[in-house]
């Protein structure tokens, strides 16, 4: 693909040449020092003289020029990074040929320092800090959102690493250097890049492109693994002095949970860095856009797909969502505690905390029951609406199915941790609540047609009543849930083939 003059017109947005000025009279750029060096181009940094602002200028290395197929990447990847039109990316301005013959392209000079240079500087307590790696994991999901708007876009980047990601001096981040980006090809199910050449940074590629095999939205993915991972412990797990040495460990090695070489790094974040950086594509996560959404849970101290609350997690995480109760209920132990008030004071306070906990549950409830009817009102409708309707109906219902798991999640929540609060005499109605929820979560699991998960939420019930029981389980609904387990492990099993056999619990 090559830039014609039209190309070039919308790529540089009406910027090539200020109106009433011949071309040939004054060069537009006046270029300055080097801001950066590739193996295709060179980065200096230029006065633009129409319009009196620095940019960035990426040159093609005058000896590469004449290269038709170079050339046509270097112009492929003036058109992918102007095409993206993403706060996370670099502006395009102009693209062409300079007086003196090589092509290049404009952009916006971005003022900052790489995410490379920025996780070098942090010293040891640092790495080890949770504030730390909150600020860090903000930047990290920003790239993934970057990432995601070119996956949908059906591009991959295939260079994704810390040297390759710029905060600037306003906070702002950018994902740099598209050299090695590629649209995918083949049918949408199971689009990909056919590769048949390595391509990429070996201690950051996927093990798909160490063995030069085809890459898709995954192979990022697991970039992106590498750059968390860097970010929980401090270093990458798949670094070399030796290139060839860090691509065997990137095709055949599993690194140590972050967890385990940085407590601080957290059981959840370190699953889902895991589960980007698992070397089947088919077990990461499918796109940055699922990665995002992931963190974007994390962030807001809601439960991740890579590892489920245990019971204890889910009533931190609800505290941490909701401050003003937690802190009322602290605050209320604290002073009969200091006061010395006496075992009836403490009692009163934890009755406090419940009270306000329990209001807020009902109030969960009752807006959970206000979806799941409009839920079910949407869905006549649509039975009853002609063909041209049902799109718009169905988004509605995505919107309303979406909506009822974020309250399903705060009920859930509000519900586990007022049973946390009184964990020593726990709250009958609230336990019998919980376990209604329970049951009501296998069946939306089952009417969805995901045996899988209402399998797992069975038997991470049966479990939980074989040991403390917190939910206190009768042995009839114990019996029942058994019941029910059998008989979606026969389902699967039957789905699997004849040779299977339900695996029990």
């Not at 190309?7 to 950066?36: C, K, M, N």
């Not at 979560?441 to 019930?461: D, F, I, M, N």
Request: aromatic share 4%; hydrophobic share 40%; with cysteine.
């Amino acid at each position: 693909m090559s830039l014609d003059d039209e190309t070039l017109e919308a790529v540089a947005g009406g910027e090539r040449s200020r109106p009433g000025r011949p071309d040939h009279a004054i060069p537009r750029y006046e270029l300055g020092e080097t801001l950066g060096s590739g193996g295709m181009a060179t980065v200096v940094l230029a006065r633009d003289r129409h319009l009196g602002r620095n940019v960035a200028i990426k040159l093609m290395r005058p000896e590469l020029a004449e290269d038709p197929e170079a050339r046509r990447l270097f112009e492929e990847e003036a058109l992918i990074l102007a095409g993206l039109e993403h706060p996370g990316t670099v502006p395009v301005h102009d693209a062409g040929t300079l007086e003196t013959g090589e092509p290049f392209y404009a952009m916006k000079r971005v003022q900052g320092r790489t995410l490379k240079d920025l996780l070098s500087a942090r010293r040891p307590g640092e790495i080890r800090s949770r504030e730390s790696i909150a600020h860090f994991v903000d930047v990290f999901e920003r790239v993934c959102q970057t990432l995601a708007a070119a996956h949908r876009q059906d591009l991959v980047h295939r260079d994704v690493k810390p040297a390759n990601i710029m905060v600037d001096d306003m906070g702002s981040v950018y994902l740099v250097d598209w050299g090695l980006a590629v649209r995918l090809e083949g049918d949408s199910r199971f689009r990909a890049h056919p590769g048949g050449s390595i391509a990429g940074t070996p201690a950051y590629m996927s093990p798909e492109q160490a063995r030069a095999a085809p890459t898709n939205p995954a192979s990022d993915v697991f970039s992106l693994g590498t750059v968390l991972y860097e970010i929980l412990t401090g270093a990458n797990p798949f670094s070399s002095a030796d290139a060839l040495e860090s691509m065997r460990r990137v095709r055949e090695e599993s690194p140590a949970a972050p967890v385990e070489r940085n407590r601080a790094a957290g059981r959840a974040l370190s699953a889902v860095c895991m589960k980007a950086l698992a070397r089947d594509p088919s077990s990461r996560y499918g796109s940055a856009t699922e990665l995002a959404e992931e963190i974007r849970r994390y962030r807001e101290f809601r439960p991740v797909d890579a590892a489920p609350p245990t019971f204890r997690e889910r009533a931190a995480n609800w505290m941490r969502r909701h401050p003003a109760i937690a802190s009322a209920g602290a605050a209320a132990l604290g002073v009969a505690l200091v006061g010395g008030a006496g075992v009836a004071v403490r009692i009163a306070s934890r009755h406090s905390l419940h009270v306000m906990a329990s209001e807020r549950l009902d109030a969960a409830d009752a807006s959970l029951a206000r979806v799941e009817a409009e839920i079910a009102r949407t869905t006549a409708t649509r039975e009853a609406a002609p063909p041209d309707r049902r799109a718009l109906l169905d988004f509605e219902l995505a919107e309303l199915r979406a909506l009822r798991a974020e309250e399903y999640e705060t009920v859930h929540g509000l519900a586990y941790a007022i049973l946390g609060f009184g964990a020593n005499s726990p709250d009958r109605v609230i336990q019998a609540r919980v376990r209604r929820y329970q049951v009501e979560s296998v069946e939306r699991y089952l009417t969805a047609g995901q045996e899988l998960a209402a399998a797992a939420s069975l038997r991470k019930a049966l479990r939980a009543a074989a040991t403390a029981n917190p939910l206190g389980f009768s042995q009839d609904e114990i019996a029942a849930m058994e019941a029910k387990l059998m008989q979606v492990e026969a389902r699967l099993a039957a789905s699997r083939g004849p040779e299977s056999e339900p695996t029990g619990h």
